[in-house]
């Protein structure tokens, strides 16, 4: 027994000596992918809206970051997800602060196609490869991404609507916790003659290339963004809505001439729960006959409290022009709208709008945006 406690005894001794001695253990490093994304996320939601040691985001924010044309990363309820995916470059390059290889370092869930031309899903193939998100669009997109990857990817895809849908054809899909969305197939910018019985000023804008100047483009990215013009393919046209308990965001990347060309989607979007949040397209084919009335029966059907312009910054000049140049515009066409349904403008402009989360975080639990 004596033994066994003098065993005891001396053991402990030099357990304690030990213990007094050896070095404190050392932190396991981060690992550097989980890093990236944590740096990227602090990038695009904030770094007071993020978790600096899981990435995690809080859920009562929704957050918006604009990185060119009608493409947003957002943070709905905790989840990252992409808003169309392209980076603007081919005819300059770093005018927009960030690439394809950051956003697929977000991590998104998700990737929501509205449509498939170039400048709205030209990085959506890499960005899917590297992230491995889900593809949310029409079956004509998925099929049109999927033949951009290499064989070994798998492209999950989530069906918006089914193949071949009609205009105006509403889904609900219910794959991320907590927030609820509704598509609708609706339709892509187009030229129409002046509509007299509906007059708005057709819109004109200044070109400016002073920012073509000051970032050159590389000739590898304008090569690409030729190719990528040439050869992409719509797939259809869709309006997403997020509803997170009573927060309602609603995202076109392209407006329509709904009165010549489809109607009955007046109706259709007239009946979705009222927008909070529009984020819609003001840019389009139409506007130079007859100005921003499409986007402006657009905001009539969803009747937001707030409307973000988008699809309005300089990515294309002589085309395009700073989104700055379509303000004085945007503002005369929502003055023909009632005051008691004429939303909140927050408007936002190139380049100094590009990746500002601060300019569009909604908390969910206020009612009150401005």
């Not at 090569?223 to 259809?236: I, N, V």
């Amino acid at each position: 027994m004596r033994r066994k406690l003098l065993l005891f005894i001396i053991l402990g001794f030099f357990a304690l000596q030990l213990g007094s001695t050896a070095s404190p253990v050392e932190a396991k490093p981060m690992d550097s992918d989980k890093k990236q994304m944590i740096e990227a996320r602090e990038k695009f939601f904030g770094k007071e809206h993020v978790n600096h040691k899981t990435g995690a985001i809080r859920k009562d924010k929704v957050i918006l970051s604009w990185f060119g044309v009608s493409n947003f990363a957002a943070a709905i309820n905790g989840h990252v997800v992409l808003l169309d995916s392209w980076v603007p470059r081919g005819t300059s390059t770093g005018y927009v602060p960030t690439s394809s290889d950051e956003l697929a370092q977000l991590k998104p869930e998700a990737l929501f196609l509205g449509h498939a031309h170039f400048d709205h899903a030209a990085d959506a193939a890499e960005i899917i490869s590297k992230s491995g998100a889900k593809l949310v669009g029409t079956p004509e997109h998925c099929d049109y991404i999927k033949g951009q990857v290499e064989e070994d990817v798998d492209v999950a895809c989530i069906h918006a609507v089914p193949e071949d849908a009609e205009i105006g054809t509403t889904s609900q899909l219910s794959f991320l916790k907590g927030v609820e969305i509704t598509a609708v197939k609706h339709i892509h910018s187009d030229l129409k003659p002046n509509d007299l019985s509906d007059p708005s000023k057709p819109l004109l804008t200044v070109t400016d290339l002073s920012y073509a100047v000051e970032h050159p483009a590389k000739p590898k990215e304008f090569k690409k963004l030729l190719h990528s013009a040439l050869t992409d393919e719509e797939g259809g046209s869709l309006l997403y809505q997020f509803k997170v308990g009573k927060f309602n965001l609603t995202w076109n990347d392209s407006a329509g001439p709904i009165k010549e060309d489809a109607p009955e989607l007046t109706n259709v979007l007239g009946d979705l729960p009222k927008a909070d949040v529009q984020v819609g397209a003001i840019m389009g084919f139409n506007q130079f006959t007859n100005g921003l009335r499409d986007p402006r029966m657009y905001i009539e059907a969803l009747q937001p409290k707030v409307f973000v312009p988008t699809h309005h910054d300089n990515w294309a000049p002589p085309i395009t022009t700073k989104g700055i140049n379509y303000q004085e515009a945007l503002e005369t066409e929502l003055e023909r709208l009632p005051k008691s349904k004429r939303p909140t403008l927050r408007f936002i402009s190139d380049p100094d709008d590009y990746v500002k989360p601060e300019k569009l975080t909604f908390s969910i639990n206020d009612r009150k945006w401005k």
